[in-house]
């Protein structure tokens, strides 16, 4: 039985539609994950930074794009990097923000890979 040119597409586009769900649903999950291991992980005087961590999603036709970010954004720069104090000397950074952007990063790519390779 021969395929037509039609139906080849149909199926490539069908195939497409199935990668790009599984990799939109699983950059949710990612950014979700780190948004939660971020919340243990952040320093905590009054605990109000720690509960401050969002995930920010738009979607646009063929792509996701999620963001991890802070309620107090500015905070986050002044934590993960030292700083000059009014009294003089410097801060010490509290890195925590680096090592789940690495993990996460690392994870999304090989979830995508998995899910190219096992057609969605």
């Not at 930074?49 to 970010?69: D, I, L, M, P, Q």
Request: with cysteine.
């Amino acid at each position: 039985m021969a395929t037509s040119i039609l139906d080849v597409k149909d199926i490539l586009n069908d195939y497409s539609l199935d990668i790009q769900e599984a990799i939109t649903k699983d950059a949710e999950e990612v950014s979700q994950s780190a948004r939660d291991e971020l919340k243990l992980v952040s320093p905590k005087r009054t605990g109000e930074y720690a509960k401050g961590w969002r995930v920010t999603t738009k979607k646009n036709r063929g792509s996701v794009e999620c963001v991890v970010h802070n309620k107090k954004y500015q905070l986050t720069h002044l934590l993960e990097r030292p700083h000059a104090k009014r009294g003089g000397g410097s801060t010490t950074p509290k890195v925590h923000i680096k090592p789940v952007e690495e993990k996460s990063v690392e994870r999304f790519e090989k979830d995508v890979e998995r899910i190219i390779k096992n057609g969605g």
